[in-house]
């Protein structure tokens, strides 16, 4: 049974089991987003096959946020990510059985692929609303460098490292390790205490409750910048990552095996820029690292693309992740404080859909533009898009 919320902020024990189950989960999903991608490659070799994999792992920030945010306003969030990870261990589970018995094909890869997309559009609401109660006001900005931490070192360093080591074994099992995270991961999240909400949500329907938590996004100013700033970035970055596997194979010329340790690489950076920009933000002002960190994305994404040395693409990758990661964290605390708490899931969803729902886009186009360019190219234009992305966008996040 869950216990009221005792003491607040980053240092208590509530916090620290959240961490705990963010980190599990995640180690799961880290997994799986190198082993999905990586499978599909070595099993197709086909640029299509990977671009379809894509979007179906991308399209439900577009189809299934907005009410998933509504119903997470509605219900009890420890209960809806404790659901939302026993699911994902039965959907990778079934997984795992599929690609052991050779009957994984793309369309199971798909559907596979979306559910636990699904799923986690659920999970990553009811966080945030745990997150926001659990750390406080006060430890905002700690708390979502934090987690952005815990997501490098879960998804980005542990996962990539376990999927090398079992890829190479049998491909299902590391699909199997991911059902096992999310088993440990619900077993964190029942011994998390219940958030008792002295604010309500709005009474209503499901579709007006749905569009007063997206008309907040475009009231508020600052919500609306960062909205078009993610969503263009997540265009590009969902192009990027489509064709990372393939581009590695075929163009760097890097051994299967070692496709994960650039991931590896993304992910120390990752490291250093969930570190250093909570720390740079009260010196230089907030808004001037959050448009650097984007510019340095966007110059990353040109230079791996237009240099086909591995030795520079270790270093574009590694601040793919330093950028990434100190956007990430400043942008979060911002949307988190210019949101109303009664309204955090709806508002986290409808920013997720405008943000990321749109990233099918970039991983549908990818596949076509590569195979009628080269893989290069994508590298290239979407760098440029992000660069003046945050040169367009640099006075307005100043003003807010």
């Known amino acids: 049974m869950g216990r009221s919320i005792g003491v607040k902020g980053v240092r208590s024990s509530e916090f620290r089991l959240l961490t705990g189950a963010w980190i599990t989960s995640l180690v799961g999903d880290g997994v799986r987003t190198v082993a999905l991608p990586l499978y599909t490659a070595v099993s197709t070799r086909s640029p299509l096959a990977a671009s379809a994999v894509a979007v179906a792992v991308v399209l439900p920030w577009l189809v299934v946020a907005l009410p998933a945010g509504v119903l997470v306003d509605r219900w009890k969030p420890r209960l809806v990510v404790g659901v939302a990870h026993t699911f994902r261990a039965v959907v990778t589970g079934l997984l795992a059985y599929a690609v052991f018995t050779d009957s994984a094909t793309v369309a199971v890869l798909c559907a596979a692929g979306f559910l636990l997309t699904s799923a986690e559009t659920f999970a990553d609401s009811a966080s945030q609303v745990l997150l926001v109660e659990l750390a406080g006001p006060d430890d905002l900005e700690e708390a979502n460098g934090r987690f952005v931490t815990a997501e490098t070192i879960g998804m980005d360093l542990a996962g990539p490292l376990a999927a090398s080591l079992l890829f190479w074994w049998h491909p299902a099992a590391c699909f199997a390790l991911d059902a096992l995270t999310f088993v440990v991961a619900a077993a964190f999240v029942v011994r998390l205490p219940e958030v008792e909400r002295h604010e309500h949500p709005s009474p209503g329907t499901l579709r007006s409750q749905l569009v007063e938590g997206a008309s907040t996004l475009f009231r508020v100013r600052g919500l609306r910048v960062l909205v078009l700033a993610v969503a263009v970035t997540a265009v590009c970055a969902a192009g990027v990552n489509a064709m990372l596997a393939l581009y590695s194979i075929n163009v760097l010329g890097l051994p299967e095996q070692f496709v994960p340790w650039l991931v590896v690489v993304m992910a120390l950076g990752a490291l250093v820029g969930a570190r250093l920009s909570p720390r740079l933000a009260p010196r230089l002002g907030a808004a001037p690292v959050m448009v650097g960190a984007l510019a340095l994305l966007g110059v990353a994404f040109a230079v791996f693309g237009a240099v086909p040395l591995l030795p520079v693409a270790i270093g574009a990758v590694f601040f793919f992740g330093l950028a990434s990661a100190g956007w ?3 942008s979060a605390t911002r949307r988190q404080r210019l949101t109303p708490k009664p309204l955090m899931g709806r ?25 009628g360019t080269s893989l290069g190219t994508v590298y290239l234009v979407a760098g440029g898009v992000v660069v003046l992305t945050a040169v367009a966008l640099a006075r307005p996040l100043a003003r807010t």
């Not at 508002?347 to 195979?371: D, E, F, K, M, Q």
């Open 347 to 371: 508002v986290t969803s409808a920013y997720r859909v405008l943000a990321w729902g749109l990233s099918p886009i970039g991983a549908g186009l990818a596949g076509p533009l590569a195979a």
């Open 328 to 330: 990430n964290v400043l």
